[in-house]
Every structure is written in C-alpha cells, then in structure tokens.
C-alpha cells in the first residue's frame, strides 16, 4: 500500500482538502465526519474551528465533548479521508454516535484506507489512555461494519437514533 499518514488539519493543506470537500459535495452522499459539512470557504476559520474543542477546558457547550480531527493523506499528498476522534463519549454518543466518526471520500474508496485511518485511530485512543472504544455505523453500511470487525468490533446491539436511523454499535478494546 502507499505510503499513507494521519495528519492533523493545516492550512497548507488548503486545496487537497478542498478537492475532498468537492468530492464529497459532487456525490450528493450524507458527508462523514459530521466536521467535513461545515463550509470551507474561509478555510483559516476552518482550520481554526476544528481546534477550538481538541481539550477539555476548550469545549464551553455542555452538550459537546473534546474531539480531534485528522486528516489522512496518500502518497501524493491528497486528503482522502476525515476522521474525528470524541475524547470521552456522553449521553448521546453512548447511545449512537461512538467515539470516532470518520469517511472517505467518494472517488478513494475500496482501497484500504479505511482500514488504515481506523487502525491509526485506535492508536490516538491508546495514546490517550483509553482501554475500548465505541464505533457505530448506519446498520445497511457493510463496508464499515467490515472495517470495524477488522479491528475487533464487537457487536453490543443496534439501536434507533433520535433522526429514526437505525446503527449498530461495535466496541473495540485496547490491548
């Protein structure tokens, strides 16, 4: 596989996380991480908003927890995915949104990196002291679920989200 790294966001990225966000607007898909819907346009308050809650004493909105975002890069320095990491999980992400969202983007997919962007995550978790890990997907996404299994996804159970989906929820531990 090519040499692939998990990054995270930097202005002098601009334009390879632009042709991602286009990739991912032009496919009319539901885009994932929730992160990469967020307009590009002013790409420095972009950047600067996807700092503003990577700690603790950063997050000022009691319904939010810290998360990171990364980006992975290919070998040719094109942005192919998104990944955001939760720090800790609340009320909401306990029942349907887990510890890390994270996509590819529609031309890239069926490559491997999936996999690998997941399999990086899991060492940011360790990394931050974490023992397991929540991961949840759209109950009709096999290709995810393939990927959570991987890496030693669990299934605990499915469940309806408050928007009527239905995910299945998958915990990792950390050896």
């Known amino acids: ?7 995270k966001p930097s202005v ?5 996380y632009l042709a991602f966000y286009q990739d991912w607007i ?10 990469v819907e967020r307009d590009p ?3 420095e308050e972009y950047v600067h908003f996807l700092y503003s809650a990577d700690a ?13 975002t990364y980006w992975l890069l290919d070998g040719k320095d094109n942005i192919v995915g998104a990944l955001n990491f939760r720090h800790r999980l609340n009320e909401k992400l306990l029942d ?3 510890h890390i969202g994270y996509g590819i983007r529609p031309s890239a997919r069926r490559n491997g990196y999936a996999s690998f962007q997941l399999g990086a995550a899991l060492d940011i978790a360790r990394g931050k002291g ?3 890990l929540l991961l949840v997907c759209d109950s009709n996404n096999e290709a995810s679920e393939r990927t959570i299994r991987k890496h030693g996804g669990i299934m605990e159970d499915e469940r309806m989200t408050s928007e009527g989906s239905t995910v299945k929820r998958f915990w990792i531990a950390l050896d």
């Open 1 to 7: 596989m090519e040499k692939l790294k998990l990054i």
């Open 12 to 16: 002098q990225y601009k334009e390879a």
């Open 26 to 35: 032009a496919s009319g898909e539901s885009i994932v991480p929730w992160v």
């Open 41 to 43: 346009s002013d790409f």
């Open 56 to 68: 603790e004493e950063k997050v000022t909105d009691n319904g939010w927890v810290p998360h990171s």
């Open 96 to 98: 349907s949104g887990g």
């Open 130 to 132: 974490l023992d397991r």
